[in-house]
């Protein structure tokens, strides 16, 4: 699976941005797909996730503010996010998770976009 992601860039504390992140594979045949970010100085984290089922899950951090989706059709998974903040500044990377058994599974990176919210 080859994971290519968008849609980062510079705004304003209050702003919007959203990110993409399009699969080589087709995304109904991905268990879990997420958003991941890393600050400075700082250990990755989960962002948001979304199952093949469509239940999704999200940081506390970002809750109310981001919202993970998406589209079969176009094998790609969104993160809108809302009300940016200085510290939702992060490189981000995209993720898709596939399970073969209980004991076996595939995870798969994308490259970082980097997110950068100026106060």
């Known amino acids: 699976v080859q994971l290519q992601a968008s849609g980062g860039g510079l705004v304003q504390a209050g702003g919007s941005l959203r990110l993409s992140c399009a699969s080589s594979?087709?995304?109904?045949?991905?268990?879990?797909m997420g958003w991941y970010r890393r600050a400075p100085g700082k250990q990755r984290e989960l962002v948001a996730s979304i199952t093949s089922s469509g239940s999704t899950n999200y940081a506390d951090s970002v809750e109310g503010r981001f919202t993970i989706s998406r589209d079969n059709a176009k094998n790609t998974v969104y993160l809108q996010m809302n009300s940016l903040k200085p510290e939702d500044t992060a490189v981000y990377y995209c993720?898709?998770?596939?399970?073969?058994?209980?004991?076996?599974?595939?995870?798969?990176w994308g490259q970082g976009t980097q997110v950068t919210v100026s106060s």
């Open positions: 993720n898709a998770v596939v399970v073969i058994t209980i004991r076996l599974q595939y995870t798969y």
């Open positions: 594979r087709n995304i109904d045949s991905i268990d879990v």
